[in-house]
């Protein structure tokens, strides 16, 4: 079965810093990998995906993530936090051999950006 | 815009009562997933959808609970004999069948709130 760890379930950064957050998945088979976020009151919108094309996928307001299969992991970085980017971030599996049929969601990483 | 409309956006309800949410997917994708989101926490699969067949219920999913999608265009979520645990967001998301699919558009939920 697949499964999704999202490693701090908070993050803080400084405006301008550096953004991190720490995903590691489990799957049986090679997966499709998610990012998306969630801003506050609304719905969970795509940031990013992991199709088996390059390994260092780029995605939308520059965040971008890097598939690493002997590590399990794909973890999530911007160079530059922005304030606009605080919200919940969720990691997610979905398994490749039923077509991505169900997607499983890690518990979420809230990012907190302070000026 | 997902493409996702969810009704009602939310729901106060007293427990012992039935509540009934829709979703409206208007584009032609042909899953239709159901998730629930408590706080804190990240989306838990709970049934989903292909067309009009529903393919896979979670064991999240009791009895108190169906899901419907006639003629494979909205679907609705029932609960009935509402319990204080029920309290979340109910996510309608969808998304193309396929191997080069994956990803899905959420709509912004419906939270069910009972007293």
């Known amino acids: 079965a697949q499964s999704v760890t999202q490693l701090g379930s908070h993050v803080s950064v400084s405006e301008g810093a550096l953004v991190l957050l720490r995903c590691n998945y489990s799957?049986?088979?090679?997966?499709?990998l998610f990012w998306y976020v969630q801003y506050p009151n609304q719905g969970l919108q795509l940031l990013l995906k992991?199709?088996?094309?390059?390994?260092l996928v780029k995605g939308i307001n520059g965040f971008e993530a890097e598939f690493k299969k002997s590590e399990t992991s794909f973890h999530l970085t911007k160079p530059s936090a922005h304030m606009s980017d605080a919200a919940e971030y969720f990691c997610?599996?979905?398994?490749?051999?039923?077509?991505?049929?169900?997607?499983?969601f890690g518990a979420g990483t809230r990012l907190f950006v302070k000026a | 815009d997902t493409g996702v409309s969810q009704d009602p956006r939310h729901k106060i309800t007293k427990r012992g009562q039935n509540v009934t949410f829709r979703c409206d997917p208007i584009?032609?994708?042909?899953?239709l997933y159901w998730y629930r989101q408590t706080l804190g926490q990240g989306p838990e699969f709970l049934t989903y959808f292909q067309n009009e067949a529903q393919l896979e219920k979670s064991r999240l999913l009791s009895d108190r609970f169906s899901a419907e999608r006639p003629k494979g265009s909205f679907s609705t979520l029932e609960i009935q004999r509402t319990e204080q645990g029920d309290s979340a967001m109910y996510l309608c998301?969808?998304?193309?069948?396929?191997?080069?699919?994956?990803?899905?558009?959420f709509g912004e939920g419906s939270r069910l709130t009972v007293l």
């Open positions: 584009s032609e994708h042909n899953r």
């Open positions: 998301a969808h998304g193309l069948a396929g191997v080069r699919s994956g990803e899905l558009f």
């Open positions: 997610a599996v979905s398994d490749r051999g039923t077509g991505g049929f169900k997607t499983i």
């Open positions: 992991y199709t088996s094309a390059a390994t």
């Open positions: 799957s049986s088979v090679p997966p499709y």
